[in-house]
């Protein structure tokens, strides 16, 4: 079993930045993918960002490219979001996941195996 723990999120205005930590704990040597999703009220979840537990390569959603960055921190064992130039329509939930296999489709929220608890972000404009 994989715990998730996530941090970091609050009220901003438009234009300013917030980053958001991710704590892994338990059987982390079985995570294969990490990512993170956002769900807006009254909306599906949506992708965000992913990056391998053990690698570097990262893929972000067409909403956030160029604005957020998703990063490992090997030292401290998480996965961060940076997310710049905030908007209004980036207020959501959100929720960092873990995938320990590589099947699948790796920006929809099945493929995931497990879930944190979210975190709330607030765009004021």
């Known amino acids: 079993q994989v715990q998730l723990v996530e941090s970091g999120g609050g009220l901003v205005q438009a234009g300013d930045s917030l980053r958001l930590s991710c704590a892994p704990s338990?059987?982390?040597?079985?995570?294969?993918?990490m990512a993170w999703f956002r769900q807006a009220p009254g909306k599906e979840r949506e992708f965000v960002a992913h990056?391998?537990?053990?690698?570097?390569?990262?893929y972000y959603a067409d909403s956030v490219k160029g604005r957020f960055t998703i990063s490992r921190d090997n030292a401290k064992n998480t996965v961060n979001l940076q997310m710049n130039s905030l908007k209004p329509e980036d207020t959501a939930v959100y929720y960092c996941a873990a995938k320990t296999d590589v099947s699948g489709t790796w920006t929809q929220p099945l493929s995931y195996d497990y879930w944190g608890q979210g975190t709330q972000v607030t765009v004021s404009s």
């Open positions: 990056i391998p537990w053990n690698g570097h390569i990262t």
């Open positions: 338990g059987g982390i040597f079985s995570i294969n993918l």
